[in-house]
């Protein structure tokens, strides 16, 4: 379903978690908002949810009233699930009753029996879940609670699908893995999708369109490539696209760095970066070399990584992050010069 979030503002005592934000979303999107800790990611899904009731502003969902003016459909009213980070199981029932519980409620009460055994066998079987049935959740593994949890959230076949940083607690391996089972999930379901996280690796494989949010505000919009080729704020450029910012002066569509030497090409830029006098350039665009070209640095840190070599160089009091060929060796302590690859 679509949903239109219109000027929503949470407002604490101490802090302003969600500042005045506005985004329509389309039916079946998948949307990740990606910040860091203490940005009002979860705040705002909560608010999405129903558990918080904004301090200001409009939550639309089609033309359901989720949340208007003094008016809160409560979050039992709201067709649709939450999937959390801590999984949120109870210990003491099986990886099938959790799935059976949310269609207990009210709101299901129309369907037979038979109808909401099918649907649990279609969630446990979409989960791969069908050994587990009878576990309790102190007999899985991480990756197979989060199961459960996805499994219990997709089971009334939601037409919203609110996640909170779910693979958060999972190991890099099974993280990667769950990706893709969340991914075939929203291709099966059709539901729009809520991601929230703070990984930027997770938004940008896969998300349809990612909402940046720094200090409860939006800070950018758009899709993966959208987001990491074009950084509209610096933020956005060392959050997402882990840009190496380059101090210099801008004239015109001219950048000079601060060696007084090496140039680049400003056409397009974002105004942003000329006001705070730094050029954003991505570690895969940045070539090191031995020859005198480019920035001079020395190699001051040094992590082999099969593919390539990650390379941290000091750049004049400046550590930038760049991504070496691993026929290129070069050691700590060595002066090596950052081209930028496209640059003339
Ligand atoms: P995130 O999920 O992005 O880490 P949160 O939405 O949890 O961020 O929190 C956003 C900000 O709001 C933080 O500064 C947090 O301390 C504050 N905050 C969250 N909940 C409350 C609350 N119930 N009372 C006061 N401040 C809160
Ligand atoms: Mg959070």
Redesign the pocket.
């Given at each position: 379903m679509s949903l239109s979030i219109k000027n929503v503002s949470?407002i604490?005592?101490?802090?302003?978690?969600?500042d005045d934000i506005s985004v329509e979303i389309q039916d079946g999107e998948f949307i990740a908002i990606l910040?860091?800790?203490?940005?009002?990611?979860?705040?705002?899904?909560?608010i999405i949810a129903g558990f918080?009731q904004a301090t200001k502003g409009e939550v639309l969902s089609g033309d359901e009233v989720f949340t208007r003016d003094h008016h809160h459909l409560p979050v039992n009213e709201r067709d649709l699930a939450m999937v959390f980070q801590s999984f949120a199981l109870w210990p003491h029932m099986t990886v099938r009753e959790h799935i059976e519980y949310p269609l207990q409620s009210k709101r299901h009460s129309h369907l037979s029996a038979a109808e909401k055994t099918a649907m649990v066998d279609e969630a446990i079987r979409s989960t791969g879940l069908e050994l587990l049935q009878k576990r309790l959740p102190g007999e899985l593994s991480g990756g197979q609670k989060q199961r459960v949890s996805l499994a219990r959230a997709i089971v009334s076949k939601p037409k919203l699908l609110l996640m909170?940083?779910p693979l958060s607690a999972l190991d890099a391996e099974l993280k990667i893995s769950m990706r893709k089972e969340i991914k075939d999930i929203h291709t099966m379901t059709k539901s729009t999708i809520i991601y929230?996280t703070?990984d930027q690796s997770e938004a940008l494989s896969m998300a349809d369109r990612i909402i940046i949010?720094k200090d409860?505000k939006i800070e950018q919009m758009g899709t993966p490539k959208e987001i990491y080729e074009h950084p509209q704020t610096i933020f956005a450029a060392t959050f997402v696209s882990k840009c190496n910012l380059v101090h210099g002066v801008f004239e015109g569509n001219t950048f000079t760095a601060y060696d007084g030497k090496t140039q680049y090409d400003a056409t397009n830029l974002p105004v942003c970066f000329n006001e705070a006098g730094v050029y954003p350039v991505r570690p895969e665009d940045f070539v090191a070399t031995g020859e005198a070209m480019g920035i001079a640095g020395i190699i001051a840190n040094k992590q082999y990584n099969g593919r390539e070599i990650h390379y941290k160089v000091d750049c004049n009091g400046d550590f930038f992050t760049i991504y070496g060929d691993v026929t290129k060796d070069f050691q700590i302590g060595q002066t090596i010069y950052l081209k930028k690859s496209d640059a003339a």
């Open positions: 949470q604490y005592d101490t802090a302003v978690a969600v910040g860091p800790s203490g940005c009002g990611k979860t705040t705002l899904l909560r918080i909170d940083e929230v703070h949010m409860g």
